[in-house]
């Protein structure tokens, strides 16, 4: 799945693309696509067609389009909280797409939904080709959708409140990696950036959450927010075609890793050989200079 900075990359594209337009028509090419949104494809269609898109929003790695109660005149200004307006949640999973591109674009082999609007420009269509995305609508969930109210604030949003994360942390009896993934805690952080952030913090993945203190977690929040914010500035992370901007473009930051995906490389910091090892039906990427295993792991 996607995280933080490629969803971001998304949201901002969507936010050129699409905010202010009105959806004309939804066209629901494979059924799978809408099967979150329990009322059926006729349904999901029907609560759209005649609406304007007044936002586009994201928490942590999760990304939505609030959708207007009605139309409203062309010029008006967004309301990104107005009361009445429905979420269209966007759910990446492994290969979703929401691209941006021309009516005349030829259609994707993947496409799965099609947004035509009533200004007939652009089009927005998400394309899915392991069909374990999908889109669904959250009724007057514009401002923050009820299925994504619990995911925690990420590193990069202005509210989000270190102190409380930090004794959150401290708290947790698990390994820094395991926390740093439950989205409850902090958001946006997925199995890249946790490497790449523990690899700058000279932490392993596997240092017991109570014994760290409060600024080693903020060393690593700080790196957290680096990391991120190298990788927006770079577009994301794309390691096939499966990831892309909005406009199709796929991001540069796997370029700049560290550690992640280089098993068997020398370590840039101080030339030892990034080991990789089995974590979570994933993988963990270390130094094994610069992150030593604790004595006392949390695997």
Avoid at 4 to 27: H, Q, T
Avoid at 72 to 85: N, Q
Avoid at 218 to 234: D, F, N
Wanted: with cysteine.
């Amino acid at each position: 799945m996607p995280e933080l900075p490629e969803v971001e990359v998304v949201r901002r594209g969507l936010e050129r693309g699409v905010v202010g337009r009105v959806i004309a028509s939804v066209e629901v090419c494979h059924p799978r696509a809408v099967r979150r949104h329990l009322a059926g494809a006729a349904d999901f269609r029907s609560l759209l067609v005649g609406r304007r898109i007044t936002a586009a929003n994201r928490r942590g790695k999760y990304l939505w389009l609030a959708v207007g109660a009605e139309a409203e005149p062309v010029g008006s200004p967004a309301r990104p909280d107005a009361p009445g307006e429905d979420a269209l949640i966007a759910h990446l999973g492994m290969s979703g797409q929401l691209l941006v591109v021309p009516a005349a674009t030829p259609d994707q082999k993947h496409l799965r939904v099609r947004f035509v609007f009533a200004d007939r420009g652009r089009e927005l269509r998400f394309v899915d080709q392991r069909t374990f995305g999908g889109l669904a609508i959250a009724v007057g969930g514009g401002a923050l959708p009820e299925p994504i109210a619990h995911i925690a604030r990420d590193p990069l949003d202005p509210a989000f409140d270190e102190d409380l994360v930090v004794l959150r942390l401290r708290r947790r009896r698990t390994g820094i990696k395991r926390a740093l993934l439950d989205q409850t805690v902090v958001s946006g952080v997925g199995n890249i950036y946790a490497d790449e952030a523990l690899w700058a913090a000279r932490l392993h993945y596997a240092r017991p959450t109570e014994t760290m203190t409060g600024p080693e977690i903020r060393r690593l929040l700080s790196a957290v927010r680096t990391v991120m914010a190298a990788a927006l500035t770079a577009g994301g992370t794309s390691f096939d075609r499966l990831y892309v901007s909005a406009e199709g473009v796929s991001g540069m930051f796997e370029r700049s890793l560290e550690v992640y995906g280089r098993a068997g490389q020398a370590c840039r910091r101080c030339g030892a050989i990034i080991r990789r090892d089995a974590f979570m039906n994933r993988s963990s990427f270390t130094c094994p200079t610069c992150q030593p295993t604790p004595r006392r792991a949390r695997w």
